[in-house]
């Protein structure tokens, strides 16, 4: 017996999905908290209040690297398409954190993706994997992705860098050229809305920390994008999961061309 699909739509966007689907995005909104897409009473979308515990500087920020940038520097605005930016990622030997012979983790997804997922720095599992997002954080991303109506394979996934990066603060010169370098990145994928998954994209591409920014719509290169907690955080804090659902609202209620 075949099975009907169900439409999602949210935000504009909308798609039939499979019965297996819809268990998981609606798993995915029974954690979050949520049993409707619309709530009775408006919402204040600019109100910048959390009533999340704010963690500490230490826990939160990305790690950082002795490592000195290659002079032998590849010129970024040189990369005029996004193929010849995957290359330089996959062999460039000047890339932020790199160290010879160690896995990296490779963004994925469509140019021109209705939605860009910027994800805090890899931890090493992931690099294993060869991808920003990887095991049960993966799982849980591609259960938020469905609950806002879109399909894994197509968002755009990438990470603020390739490497995983020893215990220690980045120094403030390779977190500058993580700036630069996804700010190439976001130009050649050229997405519809950006999502920023944790402390380090919240700091590097907003300049504030990931509470402070949460709560409203901030524009990078003129995309809009919203601020929230990395899939393996919400794993560890699942209460956090609902403040999560918000930001995809508030991703989501924005127009965009």
Request: glycine share 8%; hydrophobic share 45%.
């Amino acid at each position: 017996m075949a099975t009907r699909g169900m439409m999602v739509r949210v935000g504009g966007n909308s798609g039939t999905v499979d019965a297996a689907e819809a268990a998981s995005l609606l798993g995915w909104w029974l954690e979050a908290g949520v049993d409707t897409l619309v709530a009775e009473t408006p919402r204040a979308w600019l109100r910048t209040a959390s009533p999340v515990q704010a963690a500490s500087d230490e826990e939160l920020a990305p790690a950082a690297t002795s490592l000195a940038i290659s002079p032998a520097s590849v010129d970024r605005q040189a990369l005029s398409s996004l193929e010849e930016f995957h290359g330089w990622l996959r062999e460039g030997s000047d890339l932020p954190l790199f160290q010879a012979g160690a896995a990296r983790a490779l963004p994925h997804g469509p140019a021109n993706a209705g939605i860009m997922l910027i994800a805090d720095l890899p931890d090493r599992e992931c690099a294993a994997e060869g991808r920003p997002i990887g095991g049960a954080s993966w799982e849980l991303t591609t259960r938020m992705l469905a609950a806002i109506g879109f399909k894994p394979e197509d968002a755009y996934v990438a990470s603020l860098a390739c490497f995983p990066a020893p215990a220690k603060r980045l120094d403030p010169r390779i977190a500058a050229q993580c700036v630069d370098d996804m700010k190439r990145h976001i130009a050649l994928v050229a997405p519809k809305r950006l999502l920023l998954l944790g402390e380090g994209p919240a700091r590097a591409l907003t300049g504030q920390n990931l509470l402070q920014a949460r709560g409203r719509i901030h524009r990078i290169d003129h995309v809009p994008a919203v601020v929230t907690f990395h899939p393996r955080q919400l794993l560890q804090r699942p209460s956090d999961k609902a403040y999560a659902w918000r930001d995809l609202l508030l991703l989501m209620s924005e127009e965009v061309s």
